[in-house]
């Protein structure tokens, strides 16, 4: 799925670990400080088509460093808990 290993909460996945970084299923009110703050971009399948606010990714540079990939992991945790 999204063409790396994807990790799933409740039939919802929640991150995604590819060749080129993480996809990250975010709180779409937290975006803006992710992507200011954190080394995130808002993802994009394919040129220019962006997923909106509630997907985000990273660099595989920056994920593996285990505090960003920690991270990534508890935000996206974050999320699916407050569900």
Not at 23 to 45: F, K, Q, T, Y
Request: aromatic residues 6%.
């Amino acid at each position: 799925m999204f063409g790396g290993i994807s990790f799933m909460g409740d039939e919802s996945m929640v991150l995604s670990v590819r060749g080129d970084g993480v996809l990250v299923r975010v709180d779409a009110e937290r975006s803006p400080d992710l992507v200011a703050h954190h080394g995130a971009r808002i993802a994009e399948m394919g040129a220019g088509r962006s997923m909106g606010p509630s997907w985000l990714s990273d660099s595989a540079e920056r994920v593996r460093q285990p505090d960003v990939l920690e991270f990534w992991v508890r935000e996206a945790l974050s999320r699916h808990d407050a569900r």
